[in-house]
T-cell receptor
Framework: RKEVEQDPGPFNVPEGATVAFNCTYS??????FFWYRQDCRKEPKLLMS???SGNEDGRFTAQLNRASQYISLLIRDSKLSDSATYLC???????????FGIGTKLQVIP | DGGITQSPKYLFRKEGQNVTLSCEQN?????MYWYRQDPGQGLRLIYY???????QKGDIAEGYSVSREKKESFPLTVTSAQKNPTAFYLC??????????????FGPGTRLLVL
């Protein structure tokens, strides 16, 4: 089993829709989690950190469920510019290395 | 502007040739990382360094070498022993222990192609 698993998609949603991605992790000792956004042929860019209490930034909300070992990303009122691949990341908290999921591709259509 | 730079953007390697990818950061970060990304796959860790003059192998270190002589620089050499080097190479840095965060920030990447 992979340490961090994501549905690769693609998720095709109409503009204005709400879409949610889940990401499961296998290491129960994981302490820190992040969502990154990666555009085609570009580097990943930090979207948001995921805290135990959840995290909201505008149209984006991230949640952590330690009991079920998954994190989620909710995007409300999808924009065409949200089209990208979203990478889920889990870390041990030991400042050593983190593990990236394969990414979930989102395509927002007009 | 603070950030991470990688050069070159594109690199062509001939069979049996060693090539070196540059990564520089001016964020004063302690930790630096090298990843490889292949189409349809996630990022795979090649090497990482938590502090100057120290580095550790990642999950796919075979055929690669690194050095960390300066805090700002973490060059990656792709040796002739790496049989399938064609990929997108990404360098990242994070504040590390001193900065109290493992949030990683990426450079723009280098695309390596084998001729």
């Amino acid at each position: 089993r992979k340490e961090v698993e994501q549905d690769p998609g693609p998720f095709n949603v109409p503009e204005g829709a709400t879409v949610a991605f889940n990401c499961t992790y296998s290491n129960s000792a994981s302490q820190s989690f992040f969502w990154y956004r990666q555009d085609c042929r570009k580097e990943p860019k930090l979207l948001m950190s995921v805290y135990s209490s959840g995290n909201e930034d505008g149209r984006f909300t991230a949640q952590l469920n330690r009991a079920s070992q998954y994190i989620s990303l909710l995007i409300r009122d999808s924009k065409l510019s949200d089209s990208a691949t979203y990478l889920c990341v889990g870390g041990s908290g030991g400042y050593q290395k983190v593990t990236f999921g394969i990414g979930t591709k989102l395509q927002v259509i007009p | 502007d603070g950030g991470i730079t990688q050069s070159p953007k594109y690199l062509f390697r001939k069979e049996g040739q060693n090539v070196t990818l540059s990564c520089e950061q001016n964020l004063n970060h302690d930790a630096m990382y090298w990843y490889r990304q292949d189409p349809g796959q996630g990022l795979r860790l090649i090497y990482y360094s938590q502090i100057v003059n120290d580095f550790q192998k990642g999950d796919i270190a075979e055929g690669y070498s690194v050095s960390r002589e300066k805090k700002e620089s973490f060059p990656l050499t792709v040796t002739s022993a790496q049989k399938n080097p064609t990929a997108f190479y990404l360098c990242a840095s994070s504040p590390g222990l001193a900065g109290g965060s493992e949030t990683q920030y990426f450079g723009p990447g280098t695309r390596l192609l084998v001729l």
